[in-house]
């Protein structure tokens, strides 16, 4: 189930978005925006993985503002990215920019736990959101050397 709720501050439009997931006996909470992280040279999830999560909300500065720092669960998937209740903004009520998105992860340790060195350092995916009332899931499949990713659902 999907509840919008929309409202304008100055000038700057917000949308709270609260998405519930299904269980057998339980509903979890989710943010708007999740990760998950699939390590695809060994069949299983990327666990523990550090991710951080910014977003870039001035075109003039570019300055990164932090929202969130975890890592990945047991199932290599971050839902605690940010709180069901996360407003996301569209557009910086300064200049009119578009509000861009980064995640990163940060590979080498997770691949040092297993002995393997890796050619990325860190993975980072940038994106913007245009449709503040859906779910936006970005998986991430790694190796050592190599990495995919896509808009997942």
């Known amino acids: 189930m999907i509840i919008v709720k929309q409202w304008q501050s100055q000038n700057t439009v917000y949308f709270f978005t609260h998405t519930s997931i299904m269980s057998n006996t339980t509903t979890q909470k989710r943010g708007p925006i999740t990760c998950h992280v699939l390590d695809s040279s060994r069949g299983i999830p990327g ?6 999560l910014e977003c870039q909300q001035n075109s003039v500065d570019k300055d990164w ?3 969130n720092k975890t890592k990945t669960n047991e199932d290599g998937r971050c839902s605690d990215l940010v709180s069901p209740d996360y407003k996301i903004p569209l557009t910086n ?3 009119d920019s578009k509000v861009i998105y980064r995640l990163t992860f940060f590979t080498t340790p997770y691949f ?4 393997q060195e890796s050619f ?3 993975v980072q995916i940038v994106f913007q959101i245009k ?3 859906q779910h936006y899931h970005v998986p991430l499949l790694i190796a050592p ?3 995919t990713t896509y808009r997942g659902s």
């Open 47 to 52: 666990k523990n993985i550090e991710v951080l």
């Open 65 to 67: 503002i932090t929202i």
């Open 93 to 95: 009520s300064e200049d």
């Open 112 to 115: 040092k736990s297993f002995g």
């Open 120 to 122: 990325y350092p860190f």
């Open 131 to 133: 449709d503040p009332t």
């Open 145 to 147: 050397f190599s990495y």
